[in-house]
């Protein structure tokens, strides 16, 4: 499915990681770096999440502690990728080149649409390209 732009998307995810993270912790706060209007994050907030006070503002990788979480996300995201260039044999690079295009291609020829769908961003101009 098409989510939209790339602030639903961020709304979309920051609110699947506020509301994972209220499963496993109290909390009764949340900040966020403000990346469109306020309403991206809060409408994606399930159940869970509608109690929380949600502050966004921009720039909040400022705070040290957002600052913290963006490092450790983007660690997470790196080991992912080797991970899954590993399992495919071959490297996936990231952004939205001409190069991730012709990865895109071959990836598909080698592996099918159906495997692209787990190591590519379906919502990014890329895939149209590619597919």
Request: hydrophobic share 40%; proline share 2%; with cysteine.
């Amino acid at each position: 499915t098409r989510i939209g732009n790339v602030n639903n998307i961020l709304g979309w995810a920051h609110a699947r990681v506020i509301e994972d993270l209220l499963e496993r912790v109290e909390c009764e706060r949340a900040l966020t770096d403000q990346f469109g209007s306020r309403s991206f994050v809060e409408r994606e907030l399930m159940k869970r999440g509608r109690g929380i006070a949600l502050e966004q503002r921009p720039r909040a990788e400022t705070i040290p502690a957002v600052a913290a979480a963006s490092i450790v996300a983007r660690a997470r995201f790196l080991d992912e990728l080797e991970t899954l260039s590993s399992k495919y044999g071959t490297t996936l690079p990231k952004g939205a080149s001409l190069r991730v295009d012709t990865v895109g291609r071959k990836f598909v020829k080698s592996f099918g649409i159906e495997e692209l769908a787990k190591v590519a961003k379906f919502h990014f101009k890329n895939t149209s390209r590619i597919v």
